[in-house]
């Protein structure tokens, strides 16, 4: 469950990253009409995949979460913070893969992915990092 867990986390961050990064900046290329077309169908594509990560995502930290032995302190407090993290993840990754979105709307929702993204996955090498201190 774990590998399910961080490949899924590894696969939407990743996708964040590359649309922001890699396909926006590509886009701005395209004239009005080319460009929607083609931002349009990539939404389309994405949110198959954006949706089975979400509920693997989900599924799996449940499942890591409920399935923990014991907790070292302050880890609760820690966790919540991811939590409200990975809310802003998932609620972003929904409005973004509705259709009806506007393209700057889309740009400015891809960054702020990415850095939340990269903040949960370093809260959570520091939540690692610590069951590893409370088991030694």
Do not use: C
Not at 9 to 23: C, D, E, H, K, N
Not at 85 to 92: E, Q, R, T
């Amino acid at each position: 469950m774990r590998w399910i867990h961080i490949a899924s986390v590894a696969t939407l961050i990743g996708s964040f990253i590359y649309a922001r990064y890699i396909v926006a900046p590509a886009l701005t290329v395209l004239d009005g009409s080319a460009r929607a077309v083609f931002e349009k169908s990539v939404v389309e594509r994405f949110r198959p995949l954006a949706y089975t990560v979400l509920a693997t995502i989900l599924g799996s930290g449940l499942y890591n979460y409920l399935t923990k032995l014991s907790y070292p302190p302050h880890y609760h407090m820690w966790i919540g913070i991811k939590f409200l993290f990975v809310l802003h993840i998932f609620a972003v990754t929904i409005l973004y893969t509705v259709k009806s979105a506007d393209e700057s709307k889309r740009n400015r929702w891809l960054a702020g992915m990415v850095w939340t993204g990269l903040i949960i996955i370093a809260i959570s090498a520091f939540l690692r990092w610590m069951t590893m201190q409370a088991t030694v």
